[in-house]
């Protein structure tokens, strides 16, 4: 995954910024579809020691003359991931009843009677919260 830093001396210290693609792949939290999505990061980070810990603008990725590009990229990119993994934004999700993706199902056919047998969802009715 190639990626791009840029670094810029400043009166005081170095200003930083970070770029790069990654590529997000999993279920969706909706209908558990394979999901896929490429999140764009450009994070940007200051270091500027000055006399004393309080006075400065310190990164944490910053020790002397190293800069620990793993751990920055890491946290840039678990900090740009979406609250939300959807396969699609108008996802619909899975059946409450018999468990079938909603996505695909024709809503003009998918009804439930109302005594029917258990589904495979229906255990989950029987869940109690204190």
Not at 86 to 99: A, I, Q, S, T
Not at 108 to 114: C, D, G, L, Q, S
Request: aromatic share 4%; net charge negative.
């Amino acid at each position: 995954m190639p990626a791009r830093v840029d670094i810029s001396r400043t009166s005081s210290g170095y200003s930083l910024r970070l770029r790069f693609e990654a590529p997000m792949a999993g279920p969706c939290m909706r209908c558990l579809a394979d999901a896929e999505a490429p999140i764009a990061l450009d994070a940007r980070e200051v270091d500027q020691p000055g006399g004393s810990e309080e006075e400065g603008l310190r990164s944490p990725y910053v020790d002397g003359d190293d800069l620990d590009l793993a751990a920055w990229a890491h946290d840039a990119l678990a900090l740009a991931m979406p609250a939300q993994f959807l396969c699609r934004p108008e996802c619909k999700g899975l059946c409450p009843v018999c468990g079938v993706s909603l996505n695909d199902a024709d809503p003009a056919e998918h009804r439930h009677e109302a005594e029917r047998e258990p589904g495979p969802m229906a255990k989950l009715k029987e869940l109690k919260f204190d």
